[in-house]
């Protein structure tokens, strides 16, 4: 069983930063695969971006290319959402997921989920 606590989110102005953190209680982590999701109010669950377990590959929904990075560091078991520039429509729950080796964007392929944690960027 992996326990996954994210913690960072809050209130952000529109072109703020916010990191988002993901722990893990697992000491396997470093073999697990970790995406993070988003649900905005009344929308469903949307894939924001994955790395896969050993880190050299990530990929990232068209939304958040170029302002949003996904890292991980396997010796403190914690994946990592950097957010940059901010927009209203990134308002939303953010959880972070793992699954067995390779990322997915499929939500259903993972097996353990954290919490959430909430960002709401205003305009």
């Known amino acids: 069983q992996v326990q996954l606590v994210e913690s960072g989110g809050g209130l952000a102005q529109a072109g703020d930063s916010l990191r988002l953190s993901c722990a893990a209680s697992?000491?396997?982590?470093?073999?697990?695969?970790m995406g993070w999701f988003r649900q905005a109010p009344g929308k469903g669950l949307e894939w924001v971006s994955g790395i896969n377990a050993g880190g050299g590959s990530t990929s990232y929904v068209d939304s958040v290319k170029g302002r949003f990075t996904i890292s991980r560091d396997n010796a403190k078991k914690t994946v990592y959402l950097h957010m940059n520039s901010l927009k209203p429509e990134d308002t939303a729950v953010y959880y972070c997921a793992a699954r067995p080796s390779l990322a997915s964007t499929r939500a259903g392929e993972y097996v353990y989920w954290g919490q959430g944690t909430q960002v709401t960027v205003s305009s």
């Open positions: 697992e000491r396997t982590f470093s073999s697990y695969a």
